[in-house]
């Protein structure tokens, strides 16, 4: 990757700039751009790291909040303690709306009027992903009139349900998808080549992405129809050409400083004052499971054989790990007091460091990473999650979903391998032998298929199948909060007050205590629904689901 960061993209090219918390969809809908100001080529990656930072692991990225909302991870921001406000997400929905969305809109009517279809189909296909992760995350939002500059500056809100489905005057996400599709076998001129930044311009990883998206979709909604219809909609997906294994949708980084390069959740993370603390249920889950991923997931900052005190959290499972809880009553909550001793996000989610058991500070040098892990947002192994949650609720097929689990579980086993190879780590082990008696990938999918097989219900077999899409997926987390809600799985420890044991949401040991309730929605932008005359008046309530949660 030959980019830096957003910021410098979008000085370097003279376009805007998105300062988070301070711009509004009313002011950012108007388009600042002309055909003239830039190439496709200078437009498209710009869209594409916009995408990844305002979706991604970052500390403006929605991924950080919804990892918190599912307990994966909590930071000083508290929404893992299911605090939001009006300003909680201006930043990413601004960045979104102004920085990637108007620009990847340029892409489309200056690649139309200069017939460069694969650039248009490109962008139509990063625009349906962009806005249907915007839909599963606040449900109504400016779509069909959104985008539009000076023409329409007050866009109304479409209903969610419209903007998957499209109606007579809206063209739906699925739509968009085949028309995308439809531009990439287009005849051009010239090739799009490294300004692709995710697949260097191949017109048919860009086709098996969307197929794969549009899958990924109809299972998001498939509570909302039968399952003769749900049938109907992906068994043609199923037999056709979807993302395959190293074709994954996802920013790559490397370790350049300048520019800056690297991936955008590693800064602080590995600093004297690091962001993010684990999700103690999350950690001890894997730890029990005896998961081979725990040194590649987390970083312990204690090395093996030592210990530390006054801390709010140390786990008795490994007294290395050092967190504070969500809404915990402990004296021992402050940054100040876990900085140098709280575990961390590891080299998997954000090219941090892989835990050799030495220890050592994250502020040192001995403790940094190279930060070079990619920004995952649709993966091969998720895909294969996605056709065994299909397998077994919609088609009633458990040994065909045990098929595709299987091959997703290994699949993600292989993706951390990738990511530790890069690195030099030491890559996990298919099995066990004398020299390596290591935890190892052939032992934790039998004992996975064995919890599977022996779950006597549906709803105890998705639990599994979740579940593993859970930890697979850290370091994505608009789509773990997005399976959770459609799904009630994997099941998680909440603080009492904010438990609902029907939507999966289970008590924790009662150290804790819950502000608010757990979110089905996210919070629009105050300042947005002030000064657009078309948005709703009044924030929905939060225990409101999307249209496609049942």
């Not at 458990?398 to 595709?404: D, E, I, L, M």
């Not at 066990?432 to 549906?458: D, E, G, K």
């Not at 909440?494 to 438990?499: D, F, H, L, N, Y």
């Not at 000064?531 to 689901?545: I, V």
Request: proline share 6%; charged share 15%.
């Amino acid at each position: 990757m030959k980019l830096s960061n957003t910021c410098f993209a979008l000085a370097f090219l003279g376009m805007m700039a998105v300062a988070p918390g301070c711009k509004d969809f009313y002011d950012v809908n108007v388009n600042p751009l002309s055909p003239t100001s830039a190439t496709l080529a200078q437009v498209l990656p710009v869209t594409q790291v916009t995408m990844a930072e305002n979706l991604g692991d970052n500390v403006g990225g929605l991924s950080q909040y919804t990892m918190s909302l599912m307990q994966q991870l909590y930071n000083t921001r508290n929404i893992g303690n299911f605090q939001q406000t009006s300003g909680s997400f201006s930043g990413e929905w601004g960045g979104l709306y102004s920085g990637m969305l108007v620009n990847n809109e340029l892409v489309i009517t200056q690649g139309t009027a200069e017939k460069r279809w694969d650039y248009v189909g490109i962008a139509q296909l990063q625009k349906a992903y962009v806005f249907s992760q915007i839909v599963d995350l606040w449900g109504d939002v400016p779509y069909s009139e959104a985008l539009q500059g000076a023409v329409n500056d007050a866009p109304h809100f479409d209903k969610d349900a419209d903007i998957y489905n499209g109606t007579g005057s809206i063209q739906g996400l699925f739509a968009l998808i085949d028309e995308g599709i439809a531009n990439l076998d287009k005849p051009t001129t010239g090739t799009v080549g490294a300004a692709d930044l995710i697949y260097g311009g191949s017109p048919d990883k860009w086709k098996r992405f969307g197929r794969t998206l549009k899958l990924k979709l109809y299972n998001q909604i498939r509570k909302t129809n039968s399952n003769a219809v749900v049938q109907s909609q992906v068994t043609p997906l199923l037999s056709s050409q979807l993302m395959e294994e190293g074709g994954d949708f996802q920013i790559v980084y490397n370790s350049s400083v300048t520019p800056d390069n690297r991936n955008p959740g590693y800064a602080q993370d590995y600093s004297a004052n690091p962001e993010n603390r684990i999700g103690r249920y999350f950690y001890e889950g894997m730890v029990t499971l005896n998961d081979p991923r725990v040194p590649y997931y987390f970083y312990n900052q204690i090395a093996k054989g030592s210990t530390t005190t006054q801390q709010d959290y140390i786990s008795p499972l490994d007294p290395r790990f050092v967190t504070v809880r969500p809404g915990s009553s402990g004296a021992f909550t402050s940054s100040a007091s876990t900085a140098a001793v709280q575990t961390v996000q590891g080299l998997y989610p954000i090219g941090g460091k892989y835990d050799d058991g030495l220890g050592n500070k994250v502020s040192s040098a001995a403790g940094k990473g190279k930060a070079s892990a990619p920004q995952r947002l649709l993966t091969y192994y998720s895909r294969k999650f996605t056709e065994a949650e299909l397998q077994l609720t919609v088609f009633n097929n458990s040994a065909a979903a045990a098929t595709a689990l299987e091959a997703g579980v290994r699949a993600a086993f292989k993706k951390v391998n990738v990511v530790a190879a890069a690195d030099a780590s030491p890559i996990i082990p298919d099995t066990a032998s004398a020299a390596n008696p290591a935890p190892n990938i052939r032992s934790y999918v039998t004992a996975m298929l064995a919890r599977y097989n022996a779950a006597p219900t549906v709803e105890d077999k998705l639990e599994v199948i979740m579940y593993e899409k859970y930890v697979a997926s850290f370091g994505y987390g608009v789509d773990v909060y997005t399976d959770f809600r459609r799904t009630h799985h994997p099941k998680i420890r909440v603080s009492s007050q904010v438990a609902n044991v029907s939507l999966g949401l289970l008590p924790d040991d009662g150290s804790t205590v819950g502000s608010g309730v757990f979110p089905r929605r996210l919070y629009y932008p105050t300042y947005d629904l002030l000064l657009n005359p078309n948005a709703p008046r009044t924030q929905k309530d939060p225990s409101t689901p999307i249209f496609w949660e049942r």
